[in-house]
């Protein structure tokens, strides 16, 4: 069982900057594929982005590439997630995810873990 926890969540004003952290507890860190998806009023959640068991890969959506990065500590069972250049369109609930795998994925379902999430909003 793995148990995650964000922070780092807040209110911004646009072009500002956040980081987000997920604290994991449970089982050897580096087993897990890690992700960070976010949910915005009204909306389905969608994938921002994953990366691998050894941090040596990652994947991001679209929308978010250039702007965020996401990264991790296996040493502090600690994942991260830059966020520069926030626009309003980025204010929603961001969740982290573990997977019972090294390998990411940008699949919702794939994810077997998942934090109480961490609300970001950014103003005009």
């Known amino acids: 069982q793995v148990q995650l926890v964000e922070s780092g969540g807040g209110l911004v004003q646009a072009g500002e900057s956040l980081r987000l952290s997920c604290a994991a507890s449970g089982r050897t860190f580096s087993w897990y594929a890690m992700g960070w998806f976010r949910q915005a009023p009204g909306k389905e959640r969608e994938f921002i982005a994953a990366i691998m068991g050894s941090g040596g890969s990652t994947t991001y959506a679209d929308s978010v590439k250039g702007r965020f990065t996401i990264s991790r500590d296996n040493a502090k069972n600690t994942m991260y997630l830059q966020m520069n250049s926030l626009t309003p369109e980025d204010s929603a609930v961001y969740y982290c995810?573990?997977?019972?795998?090294?390998?990411?994925?940008?699949?919702?379902?794939?994810?077997?873990?998942w934090g109480q999430g961490t609300q970001v909003t950014v103003s005009s």
């Open positions: 995810a573990a997977r019972r795998t090294p390998i990411a994925t940008m699949t919702r379902l794939s994810y077997d873990y």
